[in-house]
Protein backbone atom coordinates (compact mmCIF):
# COMPACT_ATOMS: atom_id res chain seq x y z
CA UNK A 1 0.00 0.00 0.00
CA UNK A 2 1.01 3.66 -0.66
CA UNK A 3 -0.28 6.79 0.80
CA UNK A 4 -0.01 9.80 -1.35
CA UNK A 5 -0.60 13.15 1.03
CA UNK A 6 -2.28 16.40 -0.34
CA UNK A 7 -2.67 19.72 0.88
CA UNK A 8 -1.82 21.38 3.75
CA UNK A 9 0.06 24.89 3.71
CA UNK A 10 -0.12 27.65 5.62
CA UNK A 11 -3.38 29.55 7.13
CA UNK A 12 -4.57 32.13 10.09
CA UNK A 13 -5.54 31.49 13.25
CA UNK A 14 -9.70 30.67 12.66
CA UNK A 15 -8.75 29.79 9.07
CA UNK A 16 -9.81 26.56 7.63
CA UNK A 17 -7.73 23.98 5.48
CA UNK A 18 -8.43 20.45 3.67
CA UNK A 19 -5.83 17.60 3.43
CA UNK A 20 -6.47 14.62 1.54
CA UNK A 21 -4.87 11.14 0.95
CA UNK A 22 -4.86 8.89 -1.78
CA UNK A 23 -4.07 5.46 -1.50
CA UNK A 24 -2.82 2.64 -3.68
CA UNK A 25 -1.44 -0.72 -4.14
CA UNK A 26 -3.30 -3.86 -1.64
CA UNK A 27 -5.81 -1.39 -0.27
CA UNK A 28 -7.75 -4.24 0.85
CA UNK A 29 -5.19 -4.84 3.52
CA UNK A 30 -6.57 -1.32 5.11
CA UNK A 31 -9.19 -1.63 7.32
CA UNK A 32 -8.54 2.11 9.10
CA UNK A 33 -7.10 5.03 7.83
CA UNK A 34 -6.54 8.70 9.21
CA UNK A 35 -4.31 11.19 10.23
CA UNK A 36 -1.59 11.07 12.77
CA UNK A 37 0.34 14.85 13.26
CA UNK A 38 3.81 15.42 15.16
CA UNK A 39 4.94 19.16 16.20
CA UNK A 40 7.81 20.04 17.24
CA UNK A 41 8.05 19.61 21.02
CA UNK A 42 4.49 17.71 21.72
CA UNK A 43 3.50 14.06 21.32
CA UNK A 44 2.50 12.42 18.26
CA UNK A 45 -1.17 12.78 18.34
CA UNK A 46 -3.65 10.97 15.71
CA UNK A 47 -6.59 13.38 15.51
CA UNK A 48 -8.70 11.30 13.34
CA UNK A 49 -9.37 8.05 11.40
CA UNK A 50 -11.99 6.38 9.57
CA UNK A 51 -12.62 2.79 8.93
CA UNK A 52 -12.16 1.84 5.32
CA UNK A 53 -15.58 0.93 4.58
CA UNK A 54 -16.63 4.14 5.93
CA UNK A 55 -18.41 3.22 8.71
CA UNK A 56 -16.78 4.06 12.46
CA UNK A 57 -15.26 7.49 12.64
CA UNK A 58 -12.78 8.58 16.17
CA UNK A 59 -11.76 12.45 16.34
CA UNK A 60 -9.58 13.22 19.53
CA UNK A 61 -11.32 15.17 21.79
CA UNK A 62 -8.42 18.27 20.66
CA UNK A 63 -9.87 18.39 17.09
CA UNK A 64 -14.03 17.21 17.57
CA UNK A 65 -16.04 19.76 16.26
CA UNK A 66 -13.34 21.06 14.31
CA UNK A 67 -12.25 18.43 11.83
CA UNK A 68 -14.44 16.22 9.60
CA UNK A 69 -12.66 12.89 8.10
CA UNK A 70 -14.19 11.47 5.19
CA UNK A 71 -13.41 8.45 2.31
CA UNK A 72 -14.38 8.37 -0.76
CA UNK A 73 -14.08 4.30 -2.01
CA UNK A 74 -14.45 5.14 -5.64
CA UNK A 75 -11.27 6.65 -5.54
CA UNK A 76 -9.77 5.33 -2.06
CA UNK A 77 -9.38 9.20 -1.09
CA UNK A 78 -9.14 10.33 2.56
CA UNK A 79 -10.10 13.56 2.96
CA UNK A 80 -9.66 15.99 6.43
CA UNK A 81 -11.20 18.99 6.51
CA UNK A 82 -10.09 21.05 9.36
CA UNK A 83 -11.94 24.70 10.20
CA UNK A 84 -11.79 26.93 13.07
CA UNK A 85 -7.81 26.30 12.95
CA UNK A 86 -5.47 27.18 15.99
CA UNK A 87 -1.77 27.81 16.19
CA UNK A 88 -2.10 24.60 18.16
CA UNK A 89 -2.75 22.43 15.08
CA UNK A 90 0.64 23.37 13.47
CA UNK A 91 2.44 20.36 12.74
CA UNK A 92 3.56 17.36 9.78
CA UNK A 93 0.24 16.24 9.24
CA UNK A 94 0.77 11.73 7.77
CA UNK A 95 -1.52 10.15 5.78
CA UNK A 96 -1.18 6.21 8.14
CA UNK A 97 -3.21 3.32 8.27
CA UNK A 98 -4.24 0.05 9.90
CA UNK A 99 -4.97 -3.45 9.50
CA UNK A 100 -6.72 -3.37 12.86
CA UNK A 101 -9.24 -0.82 13.48
CA UNK A 102 -8.12 0.76 16.83
CA UNK A 103 -10.78 3.13 17.53
CA UNK A 104 -10.07 6.12 20.33
CA UNK A 105 -6.62 4.39 20.74
CA UNK A 106 -5.42 6.01 17.17
CA UNK A 107 -5.23 9.12 19.07
CA UNK A 108 -1.87 7.47 20.77
CA UNK A 109 -0.74 5.15 18.75
CA UNK A 110 3.26 4.71 17.98
CA UNK A 111 4.60 5.46 14.97
CA UNK A 112 5.34 1.62 14.87
CA UNK A 113 1.87 0.50 15.63
CA UNK A 114 0.81 1.96 12.15
CA UNK A 115 1.08 -0.13 8.82
CA UNK A 116 1.75 2.30 6.69
CA UNK A 117 2.71 5.76 6.23
CA UNK A 118 2.42 7.62 3.71
CA UNK A 119 4.68 11.44 3.27
CA UNK A 120 4.37 14.04 5.59
CA UNK A 121 2.40 17.62 4.60
CA UNK A 122 2.91 20.97 6.56
CA UNK A 123 -0.10 22.81 8.07
CA UNK A 124 0.88 25.93 9.87
CA UNK A 125 -1.68 28.05 11.47
CA UNK A 126 -0.20 31.51 11.83
CA UNK A 127 -1.15 35.01 11.76
Known amino acids: VQLQASGGGLVQPGGSLSISCAAS????????WGWSRQAPGKEREGPAC????????YYADSVKGRFTISADTTTNTVYLQMDTLSTGDTAVYYC?????????????????????WGQGTQVTVSS
Open 25 to 32: GSISSINA
Open 50 to 57: IQSSGGDI
Open 96 to 116: ASTNPWYGSLWSTLRASEFDV
